[in-house]
C-alpha cells in the first residue's frame, strides 16, 4: 500500500481520505489518476497503491475499454429473474386461497410455468407470509392421492359371487397339493401363532404364496396388495402388508421349525415323495452386509472370502432331490454336529436311521466320521489335500493306478484313474477306504473317503458325482426362492424363513412329478412355463372356478387331470376350486 511517511502534504483526516482508499473502487480510482493524471510510471503506482505491475497494467486496459461504466457500482449474476417476476402475482394469488408451497408447486407445474419450492417460498416470504399450520385431509386441496387398501381380517373374508382377473392364477394349481397334505392342520399342530384377524394358517399361507411366486422380499408384497386372486389363495379379504409379513417369526421358536418340519416330512414320506435312502448334505452361507457384531464369520464360496454371514444347514433326499432337513439357527461352534443332528432327526421322524450320507470335505470332523460308521450308516466325503496326500500320488508308481470306467454316457471323464486302499485317520476307529481319483477334469487329483468297503470305486465314484444335485438345489433355491435375500440379522428369524423355502421347494417337486417330462425340473422352469400366467376367477355359490389362458404348456395340465377333479378347499369353508383352461 501507499506509504505516507514521504508524502509532501499534511496529514490531515481530508488528506488521509485520498492517500487511503478504504474501498477497492477508491484504491482503482486514485492508482488510475495517478497515472493518467499526475503522469507518474506504471511501477512506482503499482507500488504505491499495492498492485502489482502486471495486474496494474490489466487495470488500465480495462480503463480504457469502459471508461464511463468503470467506476459504476456492479453485482455478478443475472440483474432480474424473468421466471419468478412471471408468476409473483399468481403465487401470492393461491397463497391467498390457503394453498400450501407444495400445492402451489403442483399448480404451477400443470400450468406449465414450473417453479421450485424454495423460489416459491422466496416469494412468499418477501411478501411477509408466514407457514402455514398443518392442515387436515379435508382442508387440503382435491388431488389424486395413493389408494389405501383395507386391513387384512380373516372375519371380513368372503365368498360372495364375484369374478376378477389375477396376476397369480398359476397359484391356484398348488391348492390341491396344500389340502392333500392338510397344511393347516400341520401348522396349528406345531403351534405357530396366529390372531384373530390373521389366524396362523393363513398367515402361513399369506407367506407361502410369496415364495412360490419367487417374490424377492416381504415388502414387495405392495405390488400385489390389490390383487384377489393371492387373497384368496390364503383365505383373506386383502394380502397382509410388509410390517405383519416381516414380523410374524417374531414369536416363533426354533423348536415350532422343527415340529413343523417332522409333520412335513411325514406328510412327504406318506406321499412317497421321499425315498429316504440316500441324501446329500451341504452348509450354505447366507451373506450379511450389516454391522451387526454378534452374526458370525463364514466362508462364502461364490465370493472365495469369508464375511460375515448365517450359516444354513441343508439335507436332501438324493433320489427326488427335496429337501427334507434345513436348520439356519446353527453357531459356528455347532457346525460339526450338525450331521449327528440329522441323523437323530431323520431316526425320530421314519424310525430307522439313513442308510447313506454323502457331504463334502469340511462338514464334519474325523471323530464324528468314526461316530456314524459305529451306527452302521454309510458316508461318502471328500478328503483335504494336504502337501503330504499331493507328495505321495505324485510319487506313486504308474503301475499302481488303475482306469475304472463310469456308466455315465453323458459324461466327458469316464475313465478315470484310481488307487483304492484302506488307511488310518486321526480319531477315526478301524480303517477307511480312500480314494486317489485322476482324470476327472480337475487339475488336482480327488482324494475320496468312504466306509464303504464292498462297491466298486466307480459307483461310488459316480455316487459322489450326484451330490452336486445339492448345489444344483441350492442354486435353484437362491435365483428362484431367494435364499440369499437374508430376512434378518437374527438367526431364529432366518431359520423360519429357510423351513418356508422348504414347504415350497417341496411343492414344487410334487408339481414337477406329475407332469410327463418334468420331474427333475427345476422350479424356476415349473414357474415360467406353467405357473407365471394371469387367470380370471369366477366365485360362484358352488364353486371357484379359475379360467387359465391359452399357453403352449396346458396340455400337460389337462393331461395331469386339471380341468377334471375338483377339490374342496377347508379354508374356503370347503367351496371347491375347479380349473378351466381355454
Sequence with gaps: MYSMESSPYPLTEETRFFLEPASPAHRQYEALRAYFVEGAPSTQVSQRFGYTPGSFRVLCHHFRRSKPEFFCERKPGPRTQPKKSAVRDLILSMRRQNLSIYDIERALKDNQTPLSCTAIWEILHEEGFARLPRRGD????????????????????????????????????FLPWLVRC????????????????????????????LKLSSTERKSHVMDLVFDEGIALFAGLNVVPKTTFL????????PQMNEKFRKLWI??????????GQSFNLDFHSIPFFGADEFV????????SRSQKSILVFLAQDADSQVFCYSRA????????DAVLEFVKFWKSVSGRIPSELVFDSKLTTYGNLSRLNQMGITFMTLRRRSPALLRQVANTPRSAWRTVHLDVPHRIYQTPKVIDQQVRLRDYQGMVRQL????????????????????SAAKRITRYARRMLIENGLADAVDFFHLDALSSAVRLKVDFDVTLTQVASGLYRMLGRQLAGYESAKSRQ??????????????????????????????????????????????????PLAFRFR
Excluded: C
Design 182 to 209: 392338510d397344511l393347516p392342520a400341520l401348522i396349528r399342530r406345531a403351534g405357530y401363532p396366529g390372531s384373530e384377524m390373521i389366524p396362523a394358517p393363513q398367515a402361513w399361507l399369506a407367506l407361502l404364496a
Design 526 to 575: 415349473l414357474f415360467r412355463h406353467f405357473l407365471n400366467t394371469p387367470a380370471h376367477v369366477e366365485i360362484a355359490a358352488d364353486r371357484v372356478q379359475v379360467t387359465l389362458p391359452k399357453r403352449a404348456h396346458n396340455p400337460l395340465l389337462i393331461a395331469a387331470g386339471y380341468d377334471k377333479t375338483t377339490t374342496p378347499i377347508p379354508w374356503w369353508e370347503g367351496r
Design 296 to 303: 458370525e464369520r463364514h466362508y462364502l464360496s461364490k465370493r
Design 329 to 336: 439357527d446353527l453357531l459356528k461352534r455347532e457346525n460339526a
Design 436 to 455: 486317489f481319483i485322476t482324470d476327472l477334469g480337475h487339475e488336482e487329483p480327488t482324494v475320496l473317503l468312504t466306509n464303504d468297503l464292498r462297491t
Design 266 to 275: 411325514a406328510d412327504l414320506q406318506r406321499e412317497k415323495l421321499l425315498g
Design 246 to 253: 416381516a414380523t410374524y417369526s417374531h414369536r416363533i421358536p
Design 138 to 173: 379435508e382442508e387440503r386441496p382435491e388431488i389424486l392421492r395413493p389408494t389405501i387398501a383395507a386391513v387384512a381380517d380373516h372375519r371380513e373374508f368372503s365368498l360372495g359371487p364375484r369374478h376378477f382377473q389375477t396376476q397369480l392364477g398359476g397359484l391356484f394349481l
